[in-house]
Nanobody, 121 residues
Framework: QVRLVESGGGLVQPGESLRLSCAASGSIFSINDMHWYRQAPGKERELVATITSAGSTNYADSVKGRFTVSRDNARLTMYLQMNSLKFEDTAVYYC???????????????WGQGTQVTVSS
């Protein structure tokens, strides 16, 4: 079974930085696109960042210039470097990945459990 685990969330003050990690494990043949989503209380889930298997990236306008997504394929891990954090960045951040499971010929989406990021003064 494929498992995604986020880590690195916590409580920070405005202007500070945080780095999130998403580690994949299980019977994985390959990982295609990976995404960071976030969801604030009472709000719809929002796509924050995407990184493809080739390393191409896209960001939501609200985080562009402040956040950087990267991946380490050898470690099956994706990162989100968050700088200049703002109050409105407060949310649960979720990892999503499109995974080719070993022994199968198709891809499936998997989700992590989420990690809380709180920006407060």
């Amino acid at each position: 079974q494929v498992r995604l685990v986020e880590s690195g969330g916590g409580l920070v003050q405005p202007g500070e930085s945080l780095r999130l990690s998403c580690a994949a494990s299980g019977s994985i043949f390959s990982i295609n696109d990976m995404h960071w989503y976030r969801q604030a209380p009472g709000k719809e889930r929002e796509l924050v960042a995407t990184i493809t298997s080739a390393g191409s990236t896209n960001y939501a306008d609200s985080v562009k210039g402040r956040f950087t997504v990267s991946r380490d394929n050898a470690r099956l891990t994706m990162y989100l470097q968050m700088n200049s954090l703002k109050f409105e960045d407060t949310a649960v951040y979720y990892c999503n990945a499109v995974v080719r499971v070993a022994g199968y010929s198709y891809d499936r989406d998997y989700w992590g459990q989420g990690t809380q990021v709180t920006v407060s003064s």
